[in-house]
Protein backbone atom coordinates (compact mmCIF):
# COMPACT_ATOMS: atom_id res chain seq x y z
CA UNK A 1 0.00 0.00 0.00
CA UNK A 2 3.08 2.29 0.54
CA UNK A 3 4.89 1.91 -2.88
CA UNK A 4 1.16 2.20 -4.12
CA UNK A 5 0.03 5.40 -2.92
CA UNK A 6 1.53 8.62 -4.54
CA UNK A 7 0.59 10.86 -1.43
CA UNK A 8 2.66 9.09 1.22
CA UNK A 9 6.42 9.31 1.42
CA UNK A 10 8.66 5.82 2.47
CA UNK A 11 11.96 5.14 3.51
CA UNK A 12 14.78 2.76 3.77
CA UNK A 13 18.51 2.06 4.70
CA UNK A 14 20.03 2.32 1.42
CA UNK A 15 23.58 1.27 2.80
CA UNK A 16 24.36 -1.68 0.59
CA UNK A 17 24.15 -4.19 3.45
CA UNK A 18 20.15 -3.80 4.41
CA UNK A 19 18.50 -3.75 1.29
CA UNK A 20 19.65 -5.71 -2.12
CA UNK A 21 20.36 -2.64 -4.79
CA UNK A 22 17.91 -3.91 -7.19
CA UNK A 23 15.42 -3.41 -4.52
CA UNK A 24 16.19 0.24 -4.02
CA UNK A 25 16.29 0.51 -7.57
CA UNK A 26 12.44 -0.93 -7.34
CA UNK A 27 11.57 1.29 -4.64
CA UNK A 28 12.86 4.03 -5.96
CA UNK A 29 10.89 3.89 -8.93
CA UNK A 30 7.77 3.12 -7.21
CA UNK A 31 8.04 6.35 -4.71
CA UNK A 32 9.97 8.65 -6.96
CA UNK A 33 12.43 11.41 -5.74
CA UNK A 34 9.73 13.43 -4.40
CA UNK A 35 8.41 10.77 -1.61
CA UNK A 36 11.46 8.84 -1.30
CA UNK A 37 13.51 9.20 1.83
CA UNK A 38 16.83 7.33 2.15
CA UNK A 39 18.12 6.83 5.64
CA UNK A 40 21.05 5.19 7.32
CA UNK A 41 21.87 3.69 10.65
CA UNK A 42 25.75 4.33 10.65
CA UNK A 43 27.58 4.69 13.63
CA UNK A 44 30.58 6.79 14.48
CA UNK A 45 33.30 4.06 13.62
CA UNK A 46 31.59 4.15 10.07
CA UNK A 47 33.95 4.30 7.68
CA UNK A 48 36.95 3.12 9.93
CA UNK A 49 39.62 0.68 8.83
CA UNK A 50 38.86 -3.09 10.13
CA UNK A 51 39.49 -3.02 13.92
CA UNK A 52 37.84 -2.60 17.18
CA UNK A 53 36.37 0.81 18.43
CA UNK A 54 34.73 2.01 21.58
CA UNK A 55 31.69 3.79 21.33
CA UNK A 56 31.03 4.78 24.69
CA UNK A 57 30.19 1.80 26.54
CA UNK A 58 29.39 -0.14 23.58
CA UNK A 59 32.91 -1.89 21.70
CA UNK A 60 32.06 -2.49 18.23
CA UNK A 61 34.37 -4.91 15.45
CA UNK A 62 34.42 -3.38 12.18
CA UNK A 63 34.92 -5.63 8.96
CA UNK A 64 34.56 -5.21 5.57
CA UNK A 65 33.00 -1.88 6.15
CA UNK A 66 30.61 -3.06 8.89
CA UNK A 67 30.15 -2.93 12.45
CA UNK A 68 29.04 -5.27 14.74
CA UNK A 69 28.69 -4.88 18.76
CA UNK A 70 31.21 -7.51 20.17
CA UNK A 71 29.30 -9.72 22.94
CA UNK A 72 30.52 -8.43 25.90
CA UNK A 73 28.94 -5.19 24.42
CA UNK A 74 25.44 -6.26 23.90
CA UNK A 75 24.64 -6.44 27.50
CA UNK A 76 25.34 -2.51 28.03
CA UNK A 77 23.34 -1.52 24.70
CA UNK A 78 19.60 -0.20 25.40
CA UNK A 79 16.86 -2.82 23.85
CA UNK A 80 15.63 -0.62 21.11
CA UNK A 81 19.21 -0.28 19.66
CA UNK A 82 18.82 -2.55 16.32
CA UNK A 83 22.28 -3.84 16.14
CA UNK A 84 22.40 -5.01 19.40
CA UNK A 85 19.28 -7.39 18.52
CA UNK A 86 21.65 -9.52 16.57
Known sequence: MVLSNDRM???????????DPAVVKLF????GRERAVLITDAI????????????????VDVKT???????????ACLPWIAPCAM
Open 44 to 59: SATGMPDGRYQLGPIE
Open 9 to 19: SADMIVDGIHV
Open 65 to 75: ESARPMAASRE
Open 28 to 31: LRAK
